[in-house]
């Protein structure tokens, strides 16, 4: 059983930044893969960064190179640090994990998840 819970979201102007952090509870903590997804209401769960167990990483076109994922090991944190922010990069943001699984490579489908948090809103302003 593993558990999540997202912190850290809330609104800035286009271009700045902002750090989201989650903490994750449970068996096998520090080797599930883990990943972050956005949702905008009336739009499907996109996968914007994901973190395999071995540290391998994968991102979603739309955010290479102004976000990154990564994860504290001793404190079982996973973070999301989001530069360079655009409105559209407003939504829900969620964690998740794939409890149960140990894989070397990066997933973005929401599918591949089994665990999720409750979500932190992130809201960017022009």
């Known amino acids: 059983q593993v558990q999540v819970a997202e912190s850290g979201g809330g609104s800035v102007l286009a271009g700045g930044s902002l750090k989201l952090s989650c903490g994750v509870a449970g068996n096998l903590r520090t080797l599930v893969p883990l990943a972050w997804f956005r949702q905008v209401p009336g739009k499907e769960r996109e996968g914007i960064a994901a973190l395999a167990t071995y540290g391998a990483t994968d991102y979603a076109d739309s955010v290479k190179g102004r976000f990154t994922i990564w994860k504290l090991k001793v404190e079982n944190i996973l973070y999301l640090q989001m530069d360079s922010l655009k409105p559209e990069d407003s939504g829900m943001y969620y964690c998740?994990?794939?409890?149960?699984?140990?894989?070397?490579?990066?997933?973005?489908?929401?599918?591949?998840?089994?665990?999720w948090g409750l979500g932190t809103q992130v809201t960017v302003s022009s």
């Open positions: 998740a994990a794939r409890a149960g699984t140990i894989d070397a490579l990066p997933n973005l489908s929401p599918s591949a998840y089994n665990t």
